[in-house]
């Protein structure tokens, strides 16, 4: 078994998907996994519509060219009634981090369990709000494709690309 580290050092992005299906109790633990993640104030604003069906995977295909056939995308979207104001301010809330989060272990406990996934966010969210007629209060964040890889894939070349963590990293 990975450590957690070894497992997001070796997880990436995969751009090539096969149609193999995604066996629904693993697609049922990746959901499960999203909803313990924590938000602000425990304010659980997101909400996770599955496309799998052919006529909601053709409609991403018409937001996005980064589908790259995998056979379930997720949108991860959050309801703006439902967010964490930070204090004193109506300028920022925690919507699109919470989403953030929960997509984030998704993400991961998809590549603990061998499911293949990308991050997906070469897209309109205005316009996928308006194809999927979403309520005018819910907010999409990003996309997830979900799946198995198409034979052997590799990361992207700048993957393993990192910034020295000096760079990063600022103690005050």
């Known amino acids: 078994m990975e450590s957690f580290e070894e497992l997001a050092r070796n997880r990436f992005s995969t751009k090539n998907f096969s149609n193999k299906e995604l066996p629904d109790e693993k697609l ?8 313990v993640a924590p938000t602000a104030m425990n304010s659980q604003p997101q ?7 052919l006529e909601a995977l053709e409609k991403i295909d018409k937001l996005t060219v980064c589908r790259y056939g995998a056979p379930v995308v ?4 959050y309801n703006e009634e439902g967010i964490y ?5 109506d300028k920022y809330n925690s919507g699109a981090e919470d989403a ?17 996934s990308c991050w997906v966010n070469r897209f309109d969210p205005d316009e996928a709000a308006k194809i999927f007629n979403l309520p005018k209060n819910e907010k999409v964040v990003l996309l997830m494709d979900l799946g198995y890889p198409n034979g052997v894939v590799k990361p ?3 993957h393993s690309t ?3 963590i000096s760079e990063i990293v600022t103690y005050l």
């Open 100 to 116: 953030a989060i929960v997509a984030t272990h998704m993400m991961l406990e998809a590549a603990d369990i061998g499911v293949s």
């Open 156 to 158: 992207l070349p700048p």
């Open 85 to 89: 104001h930070y204090m004193n301010s």
């Open 74 to 77: 997720l949108m991860v979207v």
């Open 47 to 53: 909400k996770i519509y599955v496309m799998k069906s």
């Open 28 to 35: 049922q633990k990746i959901l499960a996994v999203g909803n």
């Open 162 to 164: 990192k910034k020295d």
